[in-house]
Each structure stands twice: as structure tokens, then as C-alpha cells.
């Protein structure tokens, strides 16, 4: 049962903290390198789509 929380709710976790992130550079840039403007949000929403990626890859070879 742990297991299959985990698989399912790894990416679903990983997609809120990222959305989070997201709306947090629209409000304020975070200033990190290649976080400057507010625009650069998008940049977020390619780490997100890398990141769910390589955890749904991670999740089925398990």
C-alpha cells in the first residue's frame, strides 16, 4: 500500500511544489541564476515536465 502511494503521489507532490514555485515567480522573482525576471517562469514549467518525466521513467522501472 506504501509502495503505491508513493508511485502515485511522488509526481502528483512534485507537480504542486513546482506550480508553487511557479506562482511564486510571478509574484516575486526567486533571484536565483536564471531566475531574474518574472518572465522566466517558463523555465520552471520545463524543470517541472523534465522532472515528472524522469520520475514517471524512474516509477515503471521499479
Known amino acids: 500500500m ?3 502511494l508513493v ?3 511522488m509526481t502528483k507532490l512534485l507537480a504542486l511544489v513546482i ?3 511557479m506562482l511564486i515567480q510571478i509574484i516575486k522573482p526567486l ?3 536564471g531566475l531574474k525576471r ?3 517562469f517558463w523555465k520552471l514549467a520545463l524543470l517541472a515536465m ?3 518525466s524522469l ?3 524512474l516509477g ?3
Do not use: S
Open 7 to 9: 508511485k502515485g503521489g
Open 60 to 62: 515503471h522501472l521499479a
Open 31 to 33: 533571484g536565483w541564476p
Open 38 to 40: 518574472r518572465g522566466d
Open 19 to 21: 506550480v508553487g514555485f
Open 2 to 4: 506504501a509502495a503505491l
Open 50 to 52: 523534465a522532472a515528472i
Open 55 to 57: 520520475a514517471a521513467v
